[in-house]
């Protein structure tokens, strides 16, 4: 592939480059239709087979039923924060937040703008370098739902686990990982994910929620607020960001045709396995930074032996074709993000030029 480089962008982020060719080809002229799809309706037979196949492969991939609504909408990831609330968390009533990072703090200190949040567990006080145990968590019987970052994009550390919490509905936010791996998506009754890191672009988040929570949201709520209104409309009460859905359908296509998540889900591995292996090799060189169990497997984050080795192996990096490997601005050192759209290849490429750039520093 001429001048393309290895992306590892914490996002937006790479994507699959047969998705971007189909997109080059079909850009034109969609499906004969003589214009493109960014040109066409959202009330068009053409649209309207995108916008139901995307949510039919998502069920299929995530291996859930019909009991799951399926919504694409504008906003973000961090629309939800205040969404999901706004929706959720009842006048007099609380909802459980377990801090694990930059992300979920925000997603609570959005839903203490609406009403009550217990603090249900948190990392904070190990810098947040590891995720919370089942038993350190502390979740109130009455809590409305449990709210969790199910990938901490910027410190590196990923739930491998899921608590259980019996009859308490969980909330998660899945911008950093969603798709990469196989879960039991049935236990989560609302998942949220911007786009832009796993899926596609941005600018469409992704809302699966189970019907039996959608039935306790605020009834009260102004029209776009009410998750109701895109159940009702699958998506389609207003303008829906139709081209990020589109390239959402042409990515979730790749991953089927790979195999579905299972095999995704070894490719996800196998990369992720490259840079721990450099890092267990030279830990007095290769510092990870959080705790071995925590680990996520889409952002790899380490610290070298000095903040100058690591501007220099960033830039040596950008000359060398592997760009965005500079650690959150929040945080420093270097964050190799493992995305779906990052190919095995690249993890490879770039831990050889890791391990070349040590040997010659
Ligand atoms: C990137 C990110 C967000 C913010 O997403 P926006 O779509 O930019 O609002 C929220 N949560 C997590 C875990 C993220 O990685």
């Given at each position: 592939m001429q001048n393309r480089v290895f992306n590892f962008n914490p996002g937006p982020s790479a994507l699959p480059v047969a998705v971007l060719?189909?997109?080059?080809?079909?850009?034109?002229n969609y499906k004969s239709t003589g214009m493109s799809i960014l040109e066409t309706s959202h009330r068009s037979p053409e649209y309207e087979e995108i916008n139901t196949s995307t949510?039919?492969?998502?069920?299929?991939?995530?291996?859930?039923?019909?009991?799951?609504?399926?919504?694409?909408?504008?906003?973000?990831?961090?629309?939800?924060?205040?969404?999901?609330?706004?929706?959720?968390?009842?006048?007099?009533?609380?909802?459980?937040?377990?801090?694990?990072?930059?992300?979920a703090s925000k997603a609570a200190q959005e839903a203490e703008r609406i009403g009550n949040v217990h603090l249900a567990g948190s990392?904070?006080?190990?810098?947040?370098?590891?995720?919370?145990?089942?038993?350190?968590?502390?979740?109130?019987?009455?809590?409305?739902?449990?709210?969790?970052?199910?990938?901490?994009?910027?410190?590196?550390?990923?739930?491998?686990?899921?608590?259980?919490?019996?009859?308490?509905p969980i909330v998660c936010d899945m911008s950093s990982d969603i798709c990469s791996r196989k879960l039991d998506f049935s236990r989560f009754s609302l998942t949220y994910a911007g786009a832009q890191k796993n899926l596609g672009p941005s600018g469409v988040t992704v809302v699966i929620i189970r019907d039996d929570f959608l039935q306790k949201c605020n009834p009260d709520l102004p029209t776009m607020f009410d998750y109701r209104t895109h159940v009702s409309k699958k998506s389609l009460f207003n303008t829906p960001p139709v081209f990020a859905i589109y390239m959402l359908n042409l990515v979730l296509t790749w991953i089927?045709?790979?195999?579905?998540?299972?095999?995704?889900?070894?490719i996800t591995k196998a990369k992720k396995d490259i840079i721990y292996n450099l890092?267990?090799?030279?830990?007095?060189?290769?510092?990870?930074?959080?705790?071995?169990?925590?680990?996520s497997w889409m952002n790899v984050t380490l610290r070298l032996p000095s903040e100058e080795l690591e501007q220099k192996l960033v830039a040596k990096g950008k000359e060398s074709g592997f760009v965005g490997l500079k650690g959150h601005r929040s945080v420093g050192g270097i964050r190799v993000s493992l995305y779906n759209g990052v190919p095995l290849e690249a993890a490879e490429k770039v831990a050889e030029f890791m391990e070349d750039f040590k040997k010659e520093n």
């Open positions: 060719n189909q997109i080059q080809e079909e850009l034109l949510i039919t492969l998502f069920k299929e991939l995530m291996g859930i039923g019909n009991e799951f609504h399926v919504l694409f909408v504008g906003g973000g990831a961090s629309t939800q924060f205040a969404h999901i609330p706004l929706n959720f968390l009842p006048k007099g009533g609380r909802a459980a937040y377990v801090d694990t990072g930059t992300w990392s904070k006080g190990a810098d947040y370098t590891c995720i919370p145990g089942a038993s350190e968590l502390e979740i109130p019987e009455d809590s409305a739902y449990l709210h969790i970052t199910s990938n901490n994009t910027i410190k590196g550390t990923q739930w491998h686990s899921f608590p259980d919490t019996e009859n308490i089927n045709n790979l195999g579905g998540l299972g095999e995704l889900e070894k890092i267990d090799t030279y830990p007095d060189y290769f510092r990870g930074t959080v705790r071995k169990d925590s680990r």
